[in-house]
């Protein structure tokens, strides 16, 4: 169908509704579960581990099969594919708050984040397929604008669930708003596809590439585990590097110009040394983020005694300041060059993590979490948006959409790997959160080290970021669409939040 829904009409705000629901969803339970992990540790036994694979199956799933969850929705229906999505993951959440286990809950997560593939790309799909061309721009600045709103209150709502109800609502809730989001995406969204969609699926790359991730991750987490075969770890990093050299051949092939054109990742598309270098700096940056907000509400937990709701909305400020200012980072970028805010804003951010090594046993949060959280708040803000519009801008123009979702992926197997490897290497393994002491030792040692990546990516920036990366090149979005708060992973790009090709399986 033609786009051709208003933003001011009663179809363009349900359209708005479903698309910022579904995907709040799945943007929340990659951050409050964090809230509830002492809790869920509490009641299963769990070890340090534990805790990190119910944080990184989620993360491993979404991230393996994010791109071909939106190529799904552009061959077969984006309506259809993200109404599936919204299904799988609120089945898959119900498993969650039912789990018996750590294993079961693992498992469900999992299945959380295969569910959190097939809906997060089709929610800005459907929104640029389904809207005017001269309201696009708006739609997604409110799209991102209530979603930074929802991310605001969801740690918050978070920890209230937790403290209140306990931590297995954290998941359960997603069921209620899933009903909303099928309920009105049914009746009102419009269905959607890629008429010019074709080719096979690359099946073969998201499998390998999710093997990948899977095998060094569970090696990097349970190397530090004296109770783990040596040989299951070896096994699980050789299988997994093998999976790795597996891809690379794989997308290569696919990438020739007389193959079918379906490779998840077409090699050509780091022909660009600015677009290599920047997502270079993007799995250094996202990978020391992402320790920082997977240890910071434990350790407010387990060593400053904070309840659930304290942790949960200790780092507020980090999201507030970006929803407010990202847009105009973005423009500071575009005027005189994205090398000097990306940089500033990195060395800014990694300042905020030393003073996050501030907080121990008897932490006052306007003393002690606040400075931190405004400091660091204030770096990811003007270096985020420039380095997202940077990846944009340094690919070829027919590789958009491709380089949206490269970015998105590296930023998420960032997180992944970091949150495996940087905690046991700080020594927090087995039951380490439950001794407040160590953990609190454990917890300064890794932010030191995400400091120093973080002082790693600035230099990167500082060296191989072009100033003209941005000024030679057009606005990838309007400054309307700049208005997000992306602490997870760089958003993708309205209307490119897809992987090339399209048909038939392989």
């Not at 008429?195 to 530090?224: E, I, K, N, S, W």
């Not at 780091?270 to 509400?297: E, K």
């Not at 030792?441 to 400091?451: C, E, N, P």
Request: proline fraction near 5%.
């Amino acid at each position: 169908m033609t786009a051709s829904i208003r933003l001011s009409s009663g179809t363009g705000r349900w359209v708005l509704l479903a698309t910022v629901l579904g995907s709040g969803m799945a943007m929340l339970d990659a951050t409050v579960v964090n809230v509830a992990l002492p809790r869920i540790g509490d009641e299963f036994g769990a070890s340090m581990a534990g805790l990190q694979w119910t944080v990184n199956a989620y993360t491993l799933t979404l991230a393996g099969l994010i791109l071909l969850g939106g190529s799904l929705g552009d061959r077969y229906g984006r309506k259809s594919v993200f109404l599936i999505g919204v299904v799988w993951f609120a089945v898959a959440s119900a498993l969650c708050g039912a789990a018996q286990d750590v294993s079961m809950l693992i498992a469900a997560r999992a299945l959380q984040g295969v569910g959190g593939a097939l809906l997060t790309p089709g929610s800005l799909a459907i929104i640029q397929a389904s809207f005017r061309p001269d309201e696009r721009a708006r739609a997604v600045g409110a799209w991102s604008g209530l979603g930074g709103v929802a991310g605001a209150i969801g740690p918050f709502l978070g920890g209230w669930l937790v403290e209140a109800a306990g931590w297995r609502w954290v998941f359960l809730l997603n069921v209620p708003l899933a009903a909303v989001v099928i309920a009105v995406t049914a009746r009102h969204v419009p269905e959607t596809r890629d008429t010019q969609a074709h080719g096979r699926f690359d099946v073969r790359g998201a499998v390998l590439a999710a093997l990948c991730l899977a095998g060094v991750t569970y090696a990097l987490t349970m190397a530090p585990e004296h109770d783990t075969g040596r040989i299951l770890v070896w096994g699980s990093a050789v299988a997994g590097i093998a999976a790795a050299v597996g891809f690379v051949l794989v997308e290569r092939r696919r990438s020739r110009p007389d193959a079918d054109p379906s490779a998840m990742l077409p090699v050509d598309v780091f022909a660009s040394r600015q677009f290599t270098a920047i997502n270079i700096v993007t799995f250094v940056m996202y990978g020391a983020m992402s320790v920082v907000f997977f240890l910071l509400v434990l350790t407010l937990q387990v060593v400053s005694g904070f309840n659930p709701i304290a942790a949960g909305t200790a780092m507020l400020p980090v999201t507030v300041l970006m929803l407010l200012f990202s847009a105009r980072s973005g423009a500071l970028a575009q005027r005189i060059g994205p090398r000097l805010p990306i940089t500033a804003g990195v060395l800014l951010a990694a300042a905020g993590m030393l003073l996050m090594t501030r907080i121990g046993v008897h932490t006052s949060y306007l003393r002690d979490v606040l400075p931190a959280a405004l400091v660091f708040g204030l770096g990811l803000t003007l270096a985020v948006a420039p380095l997202t519009a940077t990846v944009l801008a340094t690919a070829d123009e027919r590789h958009a959409g491709v380089a949206s979702g490269v970015n998105n992926a590296v930023a998420r197997a960032a997180g992944l790997l970091s949150v495996a490897a940087i905690p046991p290497l700080a020594g927090l393994t087995g039951a380490a959160y439950t001794d407040p002491a160590d953990f609190g030792h454990g917890f300064r040692l890794a932010i030191v080290t995400s400091a120093i990546l973080m002082v790693a990516a600035a230099a990167l920036t500082f060296l191989t970021v072009r100033d003209d990366a941005l000024r030679t090149a057009p606005p990838a979005c309007e400054p309307e669409c700049r208005t997000f708060s992306a602490v997870a992973a760089p958003p993708l790009e309205p209307g490119h939040a897809r992987a090339p090709g399209g048909a038939e399986p392989d």
